[in-house]
């Protein structure tokens, strides 16, 4: 009898230690507000540019009025030292009779290039956006998944700070450019830098460099495994897209993933709400 009731203890002990480190990893304390729609961040890929021009103030108000958690903004630097978001290197798909690099341009060049009429004609006039404006736009009412593309990132910061966004804002840069990611965590504790660690693997070394908060990945390299490591470190996980189908979703949801980057804004946020996630 007293050697049962020494068993049955034990393994209510185990039972106890074991939901207790669940409950310390699965339930840790995000860096973020909660997500508006459940348990899922909802990030809108270059704004919810569904007939509207991507990476264009209209397109993030878009994703305001949706109520997406984030936007996806992607930072250059112009000729003269300014910074405006724009996906690609050069304005070539954007605007109608020029081509070159955004850095062949200075701000007040770029200011007066119409990057909506390739959209439509209701876009006419719709100018490449600052980083000021952008911030000026966003805060207060939602996050911003800053992409890193060419860019200074104590200048970045300076202004970041002038507006009070530290914490509003996470960093996508690829984990093999650690100077990038040092500066951020140097020059601004507050900030939030989002490193794409490619494969799961890989997640421990990035783990030993700095404190995770929220990774980086895409659907090459997502899977059960990746979740779980980036949950053990007390990591987020946002993930982009592939496909962007309700399938996919659903995987993505059944690795308990907790943000999709997305050119389907609405749609997925219809799917979230109807499937109760």
């Known amino acids: 009898m007293r050697r049962l009731k020494f068993l049955l203890a034990s393994i209510a002990l185990i ?13 840790f304390k995000s860096p973020l507000p909660k997500p508006r729609q459940g ?28 109520g997406c958690d984030f936007v996806e903004i992607d930072v250059r630097t112009t000729k003269d030292g300014k910074f405006v978001s724009m996906h690609n290197s050069t304005i070539d798909e ?3 009779g020029k081509k070159g690099k955004v850095n ?12 909506g009429s390739r959209v439509g004609p209701q876009w006419e006039k719709t100018k490449v956006p600052t980083f000021e404006e952008i911030l000026n736009l966003c805060k207060g009412k939602i996050g911003i998944y800053l992409d890193l593309k060419n860019a200074y990132v104590p200048d970045l910061i300076k202004i970041i700070k002038q507006y009070r966004m530290e914490k509003d804002i996470v960093w996508y840069i690829s984990a093999s ?3 990038q990611i040092m500066q951020v965590v140097d020059n601004c504790p507050d900030c939030i830098p989002m490193p794409d660690a490619g494969p799961a693997k890989n997640i421990d070394t990035v783990a030993k460099k700095i404190t995770l908060k929220v990774l980086a990945t895409d659907m090459g390299e997502l899977n ?14 946002f993930t982009d897209e592939k496909a962007g189908t309700e399938t996919e979703w659903n995987q ?5 993933t907790d943000g999709i980057q997305t050119n389907h804004p609405a749609e997925l946020i219809e799917y979230l709400e109807k499937h109760g996630k």
Not at 15 to 27: P, R
Not at 47 to 57: D, Q
Not at 252 to 256: T, V
């Open 94 to 96: 954007y605007v109608d």
């Open 39 to 66: 348990g899922v961040y909802v990030i809108a890929h270059r704004g919810a540019h569904n007939g509207i021009p991507e990476n264009s103030l209209a397109a993030y108000q878009k994703a305001i009025n949706l």
């Open 104 to 115: 062949d341009f200075t701000l007040a060049e770029l200011r007066s290039m119409d990057i």
């Open 15 to 27: 039972l106890v230690s074991g939901s207790s480190l669940f409950a310390q990893v699965a339930n």
């Open 177 to 179: 450019d650690m100077k």
């Open 252 to 256: 993505i949801l059944k690795w308990k």
């Open 224 to 237: 059960q495994n990746f979740v779980e490591t980036a949950h053990n470190h007390h990591a987020l996980v």
